[in-house]
């Protein structure tokens, strides 16, 4: 059970296979970075695949869900689960069966997309999503939904049986570079309080980095877990992957002190 008090770090290793993958071969090894951040303190990994496989690919998703396993840690697999099935991508129901990661994130990110922008409509998805829910809670998967801050329908979430949802931060992100961050963060602040309020977790995701993370752990009450991988990779590529998962930790740790 999870230290209420705690935000979870799970690191995104997704880069590291894009820097493997430009060059073809192993290196850099996928599953040699995720120890190493497991080493330095994360508390999970994440990964998202997607069916053109340009970066996480199926043998990755094998080879961590045994790491993580082995190290009694979270795995939580990412994806679109409208997305079919096709050469060399199974299908986001299909890798969480044969890994039963303890936690699958669905997201309704498309084919052409260089990275999720956006949450899930939970009114006009509602009929498609819940057979989905249904299926993955079946496999014994904590079932989190990507929300954008401000978006309507939370109580249709809930009704789905979701466990969580995952805030979409990017927006934040974007408001805290410019200096004027405050509408968003107060938008995150009172999704995150509805969906509590609805019987709801809350993870959160996309463009948090060391600059824009600690104002934003401080003020989202009950925060359970982030997801961090672009920010989180590029700031090793100048301090090394262990300080980095180190300073996130620390970062978090005083966020909730």
Do not use: W
Request: net charge negative.
């Amino acid at each position: 059970m999870q230290d209420p008090r705690v935000t979870a770090l799970s690191v995104n290793v997704n880069k590291i296979a894009v820097l493997r993958n430009s060059r073809g071969g192993a290196e850099p090894d996928v599953v040699r970075a995720a120890r190493t951040c497991l080493d330095a303190g994360a508390q999970g990994i994440t990964v998202h695949p997607r069916p053109d496989q340009r970066h996480i690919r199926h043998d990755d998703v094998i080879a961590l869900s045994a790491l993580t396993r082995e190290r009694g840690v979270e795995f939580n697999i990412e994806g679109n689960p409208f997305a079919p099935p096709r050469p060399g991508y199974p299908g986001l129901l299909e890798l969480c069966a044969s890994t039963r990661p303890a936690q699958v994130t669905l997201v309704p990110d498309g084919d052409g997309q260089i990275t999720s922008d956006h949450g899930f409509d939970f009114i006009a998805d509602h009929a498609r999503l819940r057979p989905l829910v249904t299926e993955f809670k079946a496999l014994g998967c904590r079932v989190s939904l990507f929300a954008d801050a401000g978006c309507a329908g939370l109580a249709q979430a809930a009704e789905l049986g979701a466990d969580r949802i995952e805030l979409y931060t990017g927006p934040y992100a974007e408001a805290f570079a410019a200096g004027t961050p405050d509408a968003a963060l107060d938008a995150c602040i009172a999704t995150a309080r509805q969906a509590q309020a609805l019987g709801l977790g809350v993870n959160a995701g996309h463009d948090l980095s060391q600059d824009n993370l600690g104002l934003f752990a401080q003020r989202v009450p009950a925060l359970l877990e982030v997801s961090i991988g672009h920010a989180l990779i590029g700031e090793a590529l100048y301090a090394g992957l262990t300080d980095t998962v180190q300073a996130y930790v620390r970062l978090l740790t005083a966020a909730r002190s």
